[in-house]
């Protein structure tokens, strides 16, 4: 079928028809955010379920386009575009079949019969699934570049899949053919996030992108600016969506370190005690609710350590001089206590926390 944006449109969108409008969803009550306040409206969007035959070509982070529908036709037909929705869950019911719920802004014309139609696509999503598949098969095998070769095929039936991508940048990662591959994969998968098959894949994805930024700061340092700046983007983004996992908070806590170390000598006067100052705080929620999840980790207290040394260097002579002190040597400790061997720690924090014993008194 068409569809037109307006009635004076004259460059109809080609389209696929998936099914009918059955509900509309107002939330259950108003919280009023600064926009909404500022608008005199409630800005959240409504939740809209849709009635589908057929699931096939419809994927979560979709945009579907709703189209106005005359209840005396029996059949679809070509209508304007009255509005959107991004799909947010497709699932089979018993009594109803199969079913799409979504969100958009339905305010003005939640009571007219809709149609819900997806953009004609030609994309090869179930071939390129199956490569996709394929590539993941001889990953697991240790077969690199014959899954970069699955992977490039999968990717290249269907672009803007983030599950792909992350894949191959994942396979270029190992096969040690460099760290710029797998950041251009990675960006491509970060940008269509949305898209991704499943929440678990996500997270994995959001743990694997903060490890992999902050090895590219490791090697580049401060002269990759974009990399950078995207760091703490994803980090927030990750503790929005995955609050209750321990890695989430502990890359938080190496984000925020770097950022702290970083903003004393980007930054001066005032915006520079601002920003270290936010970035502190950050480091402490951090800290703490990683420590919550789970104590055990050498790593968590060789961030920490690192994190109070600074803190306890910049508040030297001052009332909080003796609480970061000692906050590095309770983390000193643990450091030595859950210590494995397989990396090395260095003799600068080492140092640190034996200066920091030998002050508090305990030698």
Known sequence: MFAFRSQESLEPLRMIVVGDVVGVEKASFFEVDKVSAELAVDTRPDTVTLKVSDPKGI????????????????????????????????????????????????????DRPMTAARLLDTTKYEEAFLA?????????????????????????????????????????????EGY??????????????SRFSNDQEKLLFYLDYLRFLLFYHKVEGK??????????????????????????????????????THSGLALQAAAGRKSREDWSELAEVSLKKAYTLRKADYYLHKLACLYYNVKWKEYRGS?????????????????????????????????????????????
């Open 59 to 110: 994927r979560v982070g979709q945009t579907l386009y709703l189209l106005e529908k005359n209840p005396d036709h029996k059949t679809f037909k070509d209508g304007n575009i009255v509005g959107m929705i991004t799909v947010k869950s497709v699932y089979q019911t018993t009594f109803f079949g199969w079913q799409v719920r979504g969100e958009g802004y339905l305010r003005l014309i939640e």
């Open 319 to 363: 009332s909080k001089e003796i609480e970061y002190r000692d906050k590095l040597v309770e983390h000193g400790k643990l450091l030595r206590l859950y210590y494995t061997g397989d990396s090395q720690i260095s003799e600068d924090i080492l140092n640190a926390i034996r200066l920091a014993e030998k002050q508090s008194g305990l030698f």
């Open 223 to 260: 002269d990759n600016k974009n990399q950078f700046e995207l760091m703490p983007i994803v980090a927030k983004e990750a503790r929005e969506i995955f609050p209750k996992n321990y890695e989430v908070w502990l890359y938080n806590l190496e984000v925020s370190y770097i950022n702290l």
């Open 180 to 193: 710029v591959s797998t950041a251009f994969e990675y960006s491509i998968a970060w940008k269509n996030r």
């Open 132 to 176: 996709k598949r394929q590539g993941d098969h001889y990953f697991a095998k240790g077969q690199i570049e014959e899954a970069i070769r699955r992977y490039k095929h999968a990717a290249s039936l269907d672009q803007g899949s983030p599950d792909i991508h992350y894949a191959l940048g994942k396979a270029h990662w190992k096969d040690g």
